[in-house]
């Protein structure tokens, strides 16, 4: 069982940055790979990002590719997104999960963390 918490999000203008946390519990936390979705209102949860169990490996959405960064600490069971250059449809709830496996599909994750929003204003 993990159990992750976001944090992070806020409201921002189009072009600054943020960067979000998620906090994972237990001691299993580099057995999993992490993954990072986003959903907006009134459209299906897409993925962002994701990151190997290492850290070494990371695949991106076209979408963020170049302006978002996904890293983890594994001492200190955190999972990281840097988000520069933040445009107006980056806006959405910004959800972190655990899996076995290093995938794009968010139904292949196991755990889920509550969320944090992000507001990017034009």
């Known amino acids: 069982q993990v159990q992750l918490v976001e944090s992070g999000g806020g409201l921002v203008q189009a072009g600054d940055s943020l960067r979000l946390s998620c906090a994972a519990s237990?001691?299993?936390?580099?057995?999993?790979?992490m993954g990072w979705f986003r959903q907006a209102p009134g459209k299906e949860r897409e993925f962002v990002a994701t990151?190997?169990?290492?850290?070494?490996?990371?695949i991106y959405a076209d979408s963020v590719k170049g302006r978002f960064t996904s890293s983890r600490d594994n001492a200190k069971n955190t999972v990281y997104l840097q988000m520069n250059s933040l445009k107006p449809e980056d806006t959405a709830v910004y959800y972190c999960?655990?899996?076995?496996?290093?995938?794009?599909?968010?139904?292949?994750?196991?755990?889920w963390g509550q969320g944090t929003q992000v507001t990017v204003s034009s």
């Open positions: 999960a655990a899996g076995a496996g290093f995938y794009t599909n968010y139904a292949q994750y196991d755990y």
């Open positions: 237990g001691r299993t936390f580099s057995s999993y790979a």
């Open positions: 990151i190997s169990r290492s850290g070494l490996r990371t």
